[in-house]
């Protein structure tokens, strides 16, 4: 079972519960740009920016309750650069202090026993206190991740922010784990997925979110995901 809605308190991000079915599954998380805090029945951990899909292997009745950053934003709640995070998977008492994570999971703990639900009030709540307390995310990333989606250039969008593309290059790897070219080819396939769940053929697909043509937009779904499109879909 998986249920997610929009976040109350941390403002473009999305909460999240999922639990593991009998006999138990495998579960392939595609790359999207973003980054998740999650408890997973009892313990906090930090999925990191993904340049791959990642496999998990999730064992029946396990709970998950998550919050999943927007591109750009985790950094300033974790106050760990994306980059040291990219393509990890790392326990939340690994990069705040041991004493801090914990108390965390045990509000996340006692939150469980009226549901997952709970929990993920407790991870927002954690997380606007933090964003308030470091003064928010840096602006770039939000307006970045717009021109990038309209289908800009990086080299546009270095114009835009009024950066040289080294520069550009070098603000993005604390921000997103790696630098714009990839930022944007992670976000054209995360256009072209949602694009191909709502039913739109795979050749509009490829028009649509900016692909040379359907051959193009296999060869990078592969790339990205490891599986074809209409497997995602």
């Given at each position: 079972m998986y249920r997610e809605w929009v976040s109350r308190r941390v403002p473009g991000a999305t909460a999240w519960i999922r639990s593991v079915p009998p006999p138990g599954d495998n579960h392939r998380v595609v790359p999207d740009g973003c980054m998740d805090l999650i408890w997973v029945s009892g313990e906090l951990l930090v999925a990191g920016p993904d340049t791959a899909a990642h496999v998990s292997t999730g064992a029946p009745g396990v709970r998950y309750a998550a919050l999943r950053f927007p591109p750009g934003l985790a950094p300033a709640v974790l106050g760990t650069p994306a980059a040291e995070l990219?393509?990890?998977?790392?326990?939340?008492?690994?990069?705040?202090?041991?004493?801090?994570?914990?108390?965390?999971?045990?509000?996340?703990?006692?939150?469980?026993?009226?549901?997952?639900?709970?929990?993920?009030?407790?991870?927002?709540?954690?997380?606007?206190?933090?964003?308030?307390?470091?003064?928010?995310?840096?602006?770039?990333?939000?307006?970045?991740?717009?021109?990038?989606r309209e289908g800009r250039t990086v080299r546009s969008a270095a114009d835009r922010s009024g950066l040289s593309e080294r520069q550009l290059h070098r603000r993005c790897l604390p921000l997103f784990g790696y630098g714009p070219k990839t930022l944007s080819?992670?976000?054209?396939?995360?256009?072209?997925?949602?694009?191909?769940?709502?039913?739109?053929?795979?050749?509009?697909?490829?028009?649509h979110a900016g692909y040379a043509?359907?051959?193009h937009l296999s060869r990078e779904v592969r790339a990205l995901a490891g599986v074809p499109l209409r497997a995602l879909v």
């Open positions: 990219r393509d990890r998977r790392v326990p939340l008492d690994a990069l705040w202090r041991p004493a801090e994570a914990r108390r965390l999971a045990g509000l996340g703990d006692r939150a469980a026993r009226l549901g997952p639900v709970a929990v993920t009030a407790v991870l927002e709540e954690a997380a606007a206190a933090r964003l308030a307390a470091g003064g928010g995310p840096d602006p770039l990333a939000a307006r970045l991740v717009g021109w990038l080819r992670v976000l054209r396939f995360d256009s072209a997925l949602a694009l191909a769940r709502a039913g739109r053929p795979f050749a509009e697909v490829a028009v043509d359907q051959a």
